[in-house]
């Protein structure tokens, strides 16, 4: 195995699972942030949250032998297409989630929230999280997702870009990964308060949905997350330098 831990231990885990999303499962398993903190390498995560490595590159090696369907290869698309994609599925589903889910978080916290008070605290980190995201996809929609847009139209055309307020797209995508950084926060503490979406045996069917919603929300944030962070936004920051400073010039 030494061969295939030196293979993995020279990559980061974002850019394994922008290999191969299938690994994102594996990594959740082990309790390794892939989204937000994707820019880790093996042996740094393995240490931060005391996994043993070899564990861990065994998982991904047997991954590698599973017979599945054809895998969806994320870097393959351009960023401008990765821009409506992202808007038109992730942000879609987080609008008209957030409603449905706060509806029943705050129904099942008002019936069970005296005998479990994190019911409580769950429905305000969601709700302070709803309003962080909600406010985070519009400055995406506004601000950056037309600016990478525009910058692919430029390399296409090969037309002059014009120079952006913000000076350099890495300064409205620094802003876009610490919004990343406090949502991944928040729907940490909401696992754990949930007990990895967990409920009680005694659960009625409002509680069990609430919180299977948590759960697919969670995994939707989290490749959201991934796409931006490892993929569309070093994407965006080549592009940029290639279209500001060509070669020759």
């Not at 302070?128 to 985070?136: G, I, P, S, Y």
Request: overall charge negative; glycine content about 6%; some cysteine.
């Amino acid at each position: 195995m030494g061969q295939h831990t030196i293979l993995f231990d020279e990559k980061h885990v974002g850019e394994l699972v922008s290999e191969d999303y299938r690994r994102a499962d594996i990594f959740k398993s082990f309790g390794i942030d892939f989204c937000c903190g994707g820019k880790k390498s093996v042996s740094q995560v393995c240490e931060d949250k005391g996994v043993d490595k070899n564990e861990l590159v065994k998982a991904l090696m047997d991954l590698q032998f599973q017979v599945t369907g054809p895998k969806q290869d994320y870097r393959d698309w351009s960023p401008d297409f990765m821009c409506d994609y992202i808007t038109h599925t992730h942000h879609k589903y987080v609008t008209n989630a957030i409603p449905v889910i706060r509806a029943y978080i705050e129904k099942v916290a008002r019936v069970h929230g005296g005998d479990n008070p994190s019911l409580v605290e769950i429905v305000h980190l969601f709700n302070e999280l709803a309003n962080e995201l909600l406010d985070h996809m519009r400055k995406e929609e506004v601000i950056l997702f037309p600016y990478i847009k525009n910058m692919a139209a430029a390399k296409h055309s090969g037309l002059r870009l014009p120079p952006p307020p913000f000076v350099t797209i890495k300064n409205p995508i620094a802003a876009m990964e610490a919004d990343h950084e406090g949502a991944g926060n928040a729907m940490a503490k909401i696992h754990e308060l949930t007990r990895n979406f967990t409920p009680p045996e005694h659960a009625c069917a409002t509680y069990r949905v609430s919180f299977a919603s948590l759960k697919a929300f969670e995994d939707d944030l989290h490749l959201h997350v991934h796409l931006e962070n490892n993929i569309l936004f070093p994407a965006a920051i080549a592009m940029e330098k290639t279209l500001l400073n060509p070669i020759g010039k």
